[in-house]
């Protein structure tokens, strides 16, 4: 462990607490835990669920995945299944392939899950990441809705240069010919990465707006993916996006990789802020280097 403080940590990441899972939870027991909620909550049935999208960077086992689990233990029985590795894009990648796979017309109902444990692969030696990252887990199901286009706008990109800048090695020792750190834990350069977001996912958004002709006005609510709550800063202000209107899940529950949306999301809906029709921008960003936003109408059924 490092030598730190609780004053360090939140004035540099905005971050006051994080969950951790016991040694005895796996990605897989936190995404079945959040889809138990999901249908307790909102009295679902998952018996037609024809697609399971699985977004996660620490899945269980290199194979069967995640999503194959989810399938045998709420026993659905004629489903797509695959887990999806997009780090903090993971939501938003799922949820834009969820809705292509519906409009295309090939599934009618599709279960979105994030879930990470990220503390079963940091290095707590190393001062500059072992502060922000926490397990969790979030899920939601997109069904089919012909009266209702939720789906508005979607803005992506890849910087496969920058893969170097964030990275966990899995069978690979080097990357374009550099050397890697082996101990199979996160790898940041947090400087870079920094750069790269503030840089990026504010002409993501410009873009995205450009793209339907709406302004920064016309968002009731901006998701990022919480990263670090001075980053998020920074994209607000060069977005011109009031941080009135926006939603977060760092300062309680840390970086937690592809679920810091889908917990903004429900942290949202129990303080009463989401109301059906407003208009979200969403956006993840992260390991790859890779972005994807999204711009929705929210629409809980």
């Not at 020792?173 to 750069?195: D, S």
Request: glycine share 8%; aromatic share 8%; net charge negative.
């Amino acid at each position: 462990m490092v030598h730190t403080n609780d004053e360090w940590i939140v004035q540099r990441t905005g971050m006051k607490e994080r969950r951790i899972a016991s040694d005895e939870e796996y990605s897989s027991n936190l995404a079945i835990k959040a889809i138990e909620n999901l249908c307790t909550t909102y009295k679902k049935n998952l018996e037609d669920v024809d697609c399971i999208i699985v977004a996660t960077t620490t899945a269980d086992y290199v194979f069967p995945s995640v999503a194959c689990q989810i399938q045998q233990y709420f026993n659905i029985p004629h489903t797509l299944a695959f887990d999806l590795n997009a780090t903090c894009a993971g939501f938003t990648y799922g949820l834009h392939i969820g809705n292509s796979l519906i409009t295309s017309e090939s599934h009618e109902k599709v279960l979105v899950v994030a879930t990470e444990t990220l503390s079963k692969v940091t290095d707590y030696t190393d001062r500059t990441t072992c502060i922000l990252f926490g397990d969790g887990a979030g899920a939601i199901l997109l069904e089919r809705n012909e009266n209702t286009q939720s789906f508005i706008a979607a803005h992506m990109g890849t910087n496969g240069d920058g893969g170097i800048h964030l990275y966990r090695t899995n069978l690979s020792t080097t990357m374009n010919g550099t050397p890697l750190q082996t101990n199979e834990k996160i790898v940041q350069n947090g400087r870079e990465v920094y750069k790269w977001a503030t840089r990026t996912v504010p002409k993501g958004i410009k873009n995205l707006l450009h793209t339907v002709n709406m302004q920064v006005d016309d968002i009731d609510w901006f998701i990022p993916h919480s990263a670090n709550l001075r980053m998020i800063e920074s994209i607000c202000e060069k977005s011109q996006i009031p941080i009135q209107k926006t939603l977060t899940s760092v300062e309680y529950m840390g970086n937690t990789s592809s679920v810091t949306i889908p917990l903004a999301l429900n942290l949202a809906i129990k303080e009463g802020k989401l109301n059906n029709g407003d208009t979200l921008l969403l956006y993840g960003f992260g390991g790859g280097l890779t972005h994807l936003g999204l711009i929705v109408e929210w629409n809980l059924i």
